[in-house]
Structure formats: structure tokens, C-alpha cells
């Protein structure tokens, strides 16, 4: 039998995944039909009805079960809730990471959340209930896919990578122009380059070895904390893009299947630092 902490953890996991997928199948249900949107920061930067309710239901379930857990919403963050990572137990949540394909309904979007507890990540769920792929790890437990081990790819040159990257939700166009040059980089060095619109499923792409290489500037936390354990869990890296530890509060992250890949990447690409942090 497992220590009192590992015990909790266990149960952590299995409150979670159980409203994960109920939250999932409110997704789901909404999936085909059309969606009331309402704009944030710009006018790609989107939340629906559903984005609110599953991290409501979410917030709810984990609150009744574990009341001194504290959470960092991307919803309630948008309304003025504090983004603020301290010891204490903490869930990062997206409700909906890939709201835009949401809104359009193509197919690629996901509930990510992450449980960390003194800052470090011990559980990580990435959830797309429409293809019903779900991404899961545990902190020295390995990475899971649809219950089954998963691993990165062996991949250690940019020359032989699948990159997947994204021009995020802001229209700056100091961003613009530098994200353009990046790609124009990796479509001439690497295998190509896919933007597929979810932050946590491009990360959960790399852990299961289908692309070699994510990066992204402009992401915020509840887009990558449950991606990063996952990642790592699968046996990849996870920096910062300049190289370095990641700093899960700077926007900007890097995830890759080998160190080598991982600093070879980061020296080919031009950076960003975006402002404010999370
Ligand atoms: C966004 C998506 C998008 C990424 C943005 C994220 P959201 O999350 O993951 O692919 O480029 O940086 O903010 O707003 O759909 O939860």
C-alpha cells in the first residue's frame, strides 16, 4: 500500500478522470451544432457557453472532493481571477484548449488539465472527447494513450522532425512577422511543419511520437502544464525555446522527443517574448 500522499494522488486521479470524461461528453453533445461565441483579447481569441461550463464543471467536482485545492482557470483568469501558482495543491485547467476549432467544429480540440502540487506537475490529462483520444500520465508512472504506454519518437535531427507549431490567438504583428520567418526556417530544414490549433493536443502529438517537434510563443499555462508532464512522461523534453528550464508562467514552451532535437531547434528559431506573463 502506497503512502497517505500517493493514496490521495490515486484518488486525485480518479475524481478527475471520471469528470473529465462527463465533461467531454458535454462537449461532445455540442460538438456538431452551432455555438453562442463571445471574443476576448482579440477577435481570434474566442470562449463559448461550453468553455465556461466544463471548467465550472470541473472546478465543482474537484472543490467537492478536495476543498483546499486551489485552480488556475483559463475562463476564470479571463474574468479577473488571479493566475497565481503557489505550494499548495493546484489544477490548471483549459476547459476547451482549441476553441476555434470548436466554434468551426473541426475536430481538434481538448479538455488539458494538470494537478500540480509544490509547483511540480503529478497528474496530467489531455482529452479530446470527439476522436476519444485520451492522454494521460503520472509523474515517474509513464505517459498513457487510451491505456496504452506510449513514447516519444526517436527523432534527434530537425532534418528528419514533423513540427507542430501555431500562430496562436493574438494578431501583433511584430509576432506575425516572426513567426512567418520561423516557419519559413522549418519548412527549409525539417520534414514540415502542421498548425493545427490545440496547444495541449500538439504537445500530446509529440508524446505519442507522431511529431517530433511543438514549440509555441504566446500560450499561456492551462495550455501547456498538463502537456508538459505528459511529454516528459512519454520520455521527451520540455524548455523554454531560447533553451533552458521551462518557465510554465513566460508564454513560451518548447517540447520535443530528444534533448539533441530540443537544442537544435531552439537555435534555428527566431524568439519571442510576450508580454505580460501569466
Ligand atoms: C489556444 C489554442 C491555440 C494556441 C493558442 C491557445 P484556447 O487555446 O491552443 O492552438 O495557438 O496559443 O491559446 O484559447 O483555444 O484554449
Not at 481538434?108 to 494537478?115: E, K, N, T, V
Not at 502537456?227 to 533552458?244: F, K, N, S
Request: hydrophobic content about 40%; overall charge negative.
Amino acid at each position: 500500500m502506497g503512502s497517505e500522499a500517493e493514496e490521495n494522488l490515486d484518488k486525485c486521479f480518479d475524481v478527475v478522470s471520471a469528470v473529465v470524461r462527463k465533461a467531454g461528453d458535454l462537449i461532445a453533445s455540442r460538438f456538431w451544432k452551432s455555438k453562442k461565441v463571445q471574443q476576448k483579447l482579440s477577435d481570434i481569441d474566442l470562449v463559448t457557453e461550453t468553455d465556461q461550463e466544463v471548467e465550472k464543471l470541473l472546478i465543482d467536482t474537484l472543490t467537492a472532493e478536495f476543498p483546499h485545492h486551489r485552480f488556475i482557470g483559463e475562463e476564470a483568469t479571463s474574468e479577473g481571477a488571479k493566475c497565481e501558482l503557489t505550494d499548495a495543491p493546484t489544477w490548471i485547467i483549459d476547459p476547451v484548449d482549441g476553441t476555434m476549432n470548436f466554434v468551426h467544429s473541426f475536430p481538434h480540440s481538448c479538455i488539458s488539465i494538470a494537478l500540480l502540487v509544490k509547483k511540480q506537475a503529478e497528474i496530467a490529462i489531455i482529452y479530446n472527447p470527439v476522436l476519444k483520444q485520451l492522454f494521460t500520465a503520472r509523474r515517474g508512472q509513464g505517459a498513457f494513450y487510451n491505456g496504452k504506454q506510449m513514447h516519444v519518437s526517436d527523432k534527434k535531427e530537425v532534418s528528419q522532425a514533423l513540427v507542430v507549431a501555431e500562430f496562436g490567438t493574438s494578431r501583433d504583428e511584430k509576432k506575425l512577422d516572426i513567426m512567418l520567418e520561423n516557419f519559413r526556417k522549418i519548412l527549409q530544414t525539417s520534414h514540415g511543419v502542421r498548425a493545427l490549433g490545440s496547444a495541449a493536443l500538439n504537445m500530446a502529438y509529440v508524446a505519442v511520437g507522431g511529431a517530433d517537434v511543438n514549440f509555441e510563443f504566446g500560450i499561456h499555462a492551462w495550455d501547456i502544464a498538463a502537456g508538459d508532464l505528459i511529454v516528459r512522461e512519454a520520455g521527451g523534453v520540455v524548455i523554454d525555446p531560447a533553451g533552458g528550464p521551462l518557465d510554465l508562467m513566460s508564454r513560451r514552451v518548447l517540447a520535443a522527443s530528444s534533448p539533441e532535437l530540443a537544442s537544435e531547434f531552439s537555435k534555428l528559431i527566431k524568439q519571442y517574448y510576450p508580454e505580460p506573463r501569466d
